[in-house]
């Protein structure tokens, strides 16, 4: 909004729409019924919607902001900036008294193409405290010591979703996914692992893949369907490495799930 306002504050956009406005407008006095715009009208304001923007252009003349883009996107720009390979970015700040759970930002280029992004930080108290740095927390799986791991030992058709997943936790895992147990599962190739765990109110589904290599490290299948897993293991087993050789003072007293 801010643009939107600067442009029509602009004393360069303000003279471009004094220049074309009262000619325009004596040109709708005199128009037949549903007449369209001349092309040589088009031709003086696809320039001026190129400098300023398509909704200043739009509310000052006034025009249809879908005809526009479209006069818009059919004219060749002779001075049309040259095309940078590569990523941009756009860095957005959140002012102090924007804070709240959810954000929604808008972006739009000059020729009316728009990114909507919609930003959640989870509402919870913490995250409304820290204002615009909200948008930093991250969100994650926090795996505790008394998380039950299982591993599921045969490989898994990756083309499942959280529904299919779930259902080789019932059928084959003979298991509750339900039940707050982290299923970890590989594809055939080993070149990819997922995560299933519920959370109380819905599933989460992560999955790494390698960019090269795969997955040294698995259980050779065997009459149990799961293995069990520590923290550590997990860990390292993300990073492939091999669980099997982790070495760790064992536990004084093992931490059980809440009843």
């Known amino acids: 909004m801010a643009t939107k306002t600067a442009a029509k504050s602009h004393p360069t956009f303000a003279a471009a729409v004094a220049r074309v406005q009262p000619a325009l407008a004596g040109w709708r006095q005199q128009r037949k019924h549903r007449e ?7 031709r003086e304001i696809v320039p001026l919607a190129r400098a300023h923007g398509l909704s200043p252009v739009t509310q000052a003349l006034p025009l249809n902001y879908t005809s526009l883009k479209r006069h818009v996107l059919a004219s060749p720009s002779p001075t049309a900036p040259p095309q940078v ?45 820290m204002g615009p740095r909200a948008l930093e927390i991250p969100l994650v799986i926090q795996l505790t010591p008394q998380m039950r791991l ?29 039940a707050g147990a982290l299923f970890v599962f590989a594809n055939r190739r080993r070149k990819a692992l997922k995560i299933l765990v519920y959370d109380g109110q819905g599933f ?56």
């Open 36 to 42: 369209p715009i001349p092309e040589a009208w088009w």
């Open 150 to 178: 299982l591993l599921a030992v045969e490989p898994v058709d990756f083309r499942k979703g959280i529904d299919g997943l779930v259902q080789v936790c019932r059928q084959k895992l003979n298991t509750d996914p339900l």
């Open 85 to 129: 390979a590569g990523t941009g970015f756009v860095e957005v700040s959140v002012a102090p008294w924007a804070v709240g759970p959810q954000w929604v930002i808008q972006l739009e280029d000059r020729i009316g193409s728009k990114l909507t992004l919609r930003l959640a930080a989870g509402g919870s108290a913490e995250a409304l405290a």
């Open 204 to 259: 989460w589904l992560c999955q790494k893949r390698l960019s090269q290599g795969r997955f040294g490290w698995w259980p050779s299948s065997g009459e149990q369907a799961t293995l069990g897993l520590d923290v550590q293991q997990l860990q390292l087993l993300l990073w492939n490495g091999n669980p099997s050789r982790v070495q760790t003072a064992p536990l004084w007293r093992p931490i059980a799930p809440a009843a």
